[in-house]
């Protein structure tokens, strides 16, 4: 039997990733649409999408240019926001640190919540694979493709039907999201990130400007990273004894 190649690893987390562009798609397009309400040229709207490529930071930036906040304000959002992929990035390295800079740069870009729940599966299912950066490079670059084909369709749908944000697609994240949290639960460093998190954004969700998340996300993410250090320390010292 032959050795799987390169290209066969690629094809094969592009066609893993399939339910999650499915997912989201609607989301892209709804982010498109809304670009028109922070008076914003479809241009800088397709290349937020291009250059910034994290969904929920592009959602919480447009938001906030609408409500007028100060570059300040949105810079830290975007920022605060973006902070959990330090735990997916985590999760990950052992996998992909023995590969050049410039692999790690690209894929590091690639990194979004859905390409992590497909590449951390596929690396727990084959934590030696030689080729696996194949694999994550395949999903995020489809994840990539899919976010600006959709933009660029809610965009231009965004013009045509400025209602369109309004039409209930906005679900689609919300179970996109359940499918890559719930698989993530078993760990206890992320159940305890994820429960953390939420009781922060509840408890704090009458803040203005998203704060009440933001404060959600760095506690979510200092929990996570807490707990996963203090298992990696006990499973440690455990060895040694």
């Known amino acids: 039997m032959p050795h799987p190649t390169a290209f066969a690893h690629f094809t094969a987390g592009a066609r893993d990733t399939v339910p999650m562009l499915v997912g989201a798609a609607p989301f892209g397009m709804i982010f498109g649409a809304l670009v028109g ?67 790690r740069w690209l894929l590091g870009f690639l990194l979004t919540d859905e390409t992590f729940a497909v590449v951390d599966s596929y690396y727990r299912q084959h934590p030696q694979a030689a080729l696996g950066h194949w694999y994550f490079l395949g999903s995020g670059l489809s994840m990539y493709a899919n976010w600006q084909v959709w933009t660029l369709v809610g965009l231009a749908f965004g013009a045509v039907f400025p209602q369109l944000q309004t039409l209930g697609l906005d679900f689609a994240m919300v179970v996109t999201f359940i499918a890559i949290v719930v698989p993530q639960l078993a760990r206890v460093p992320h159940l305890g990130a994820a429960l953390a998190a939420g009781s922060v954004a509840y408890a704090l969700k009458g803040l203005p400007f ?19 250090r203090l298992r990696a320390r006990v499973d440690t010292e455990g060895a040694a004894t």
């Not at 592009?58 to 902070?83: D, E, H, K, P, Y």
């Not at 998340?213 to 707990?227: D, K, N, P, Q, R």
């Open 37 to 103: 309400t922070a008076q914003l040229a479809p241009w800088q709207g397709q290349l937020m999408s291009l250059g910034v490529f994290a969904g929920s930071s592009q959602f919480i930036a447009v938001g906030l240019m609408a409500g007028l906040a100060s570059s300040l304000v949105i810079w830290l959002a975007t920022l605060i926001v973006n902070l959990r992929h330090m735990l997916y990035a985590a999760a990950l390295l052992p996998h992909v640190q023995h590969l050049p800079s410039h692999w």
């Open 210 to 228: 998203k704060l009440g998340l933001m404060a959600a996300v760095v506690v979510g993410v200092g929990v996570g990273m807490g707990l996963t």
